[in-house]
T-cell receptor, first 110, second 113 residues
């Protein structure tokens, strides 16, 4: 969706390194979500935020952290505690019960 | 715990055929159900949203039905085109917010020209 920008498109992480994935939206929606997608699998919820300065853990939050300092931005940090970080990460914004997704970030381990 | 299953996992059909993708879920106490399309290396695009009180929704050549009591939904694609080639995912919502979504693994669809 043109209103949701994820960057970078590809990201490589060295062992022991923290990396941050960016998600920016100009749709003026409150609720934002981070999902992880593994090949041939459904999406799994990592973290979500329904309002600025507040966020909740999803089903697989361990090894990840987020912040929500601005309505437009919901960055995801993959920490060194996440031992299997290779996956496709998707950011989404909710409006009227529908989800609108960014184009994703592919994270790989060097 | 809600489980969502999509059958078949992959499907290849000639252009012009009508086809049906299936989605089943184990807990019928749902709020709504969504069908999404995903192109390779891209995010998901919402196709149709069916509320639990509805039986079907239509958008162009797409028709989605919902039988909540039997835990099933189908996505019907009429007169398929090569541009319909993508992965189609079903997601069931058990409460109002998107944090209540459970996704299926998807059906990978190829339309042969």
């Amino acid at each position: 969706d043109g209103g949701i920008t994820q960057s970078p498109k590809y990201l490589f992480r060295k062992e022991g390194q923290n990396v941050t994935l960016s998600c920016e939206q100009n749709l003026n929606h409150d609720a934002m979500y981070w999902y992880r997608q593994d090949p041939g699998q459904g999406l799994r919820l990592i973290y979500y935020s329904q309002i600025v300065n507040d966020f909740q853990k999803g089903d697989i939050a361990e090894g990840y952290s987020v912040s929500r300092e601005k309505k437009e931005s919901f960055p995801l940090t993959v920490t060194s505690a996440q031992k299997n970080p290779t996956a496709f990460y998707l950011c989404a914004v909710a409006k009227n019960e529908k989800l609108f997704f960014g184009s994703g970030t592919q994270l790989s381990v060097l | 715990k809600q489980e969502v299953t999509q059958i078949p996992a992959a499907l290849s059909v000639p252009e012009g055929e009508n086809l049906v993708l299936n989605c089943s879920f184990t807990d019928s106490a749902i709020y709504n159900l969504q069908w999404f399309r995903q192109d390779p290396g891209k995010g998901l695009t919402s196709l149709l949203l069916i509320q639990s009180s509805q039986r079907e929704q239509t958008s162009g050549r797409l028709n989605a039905s919902l039988d909540k009591s039997s835990g099933r939904s189908t996505l019907y694609i009429a007169a398929s085109q090569p541009g319909d080639s993508a992965t189609y995912l079903c997601a069931v919502n058990q409460r109002g917010g998107a944090d209540g979504l459970t996704f299926g693994k998807g059906t990978h669809l190829i339309i042969q020209p």
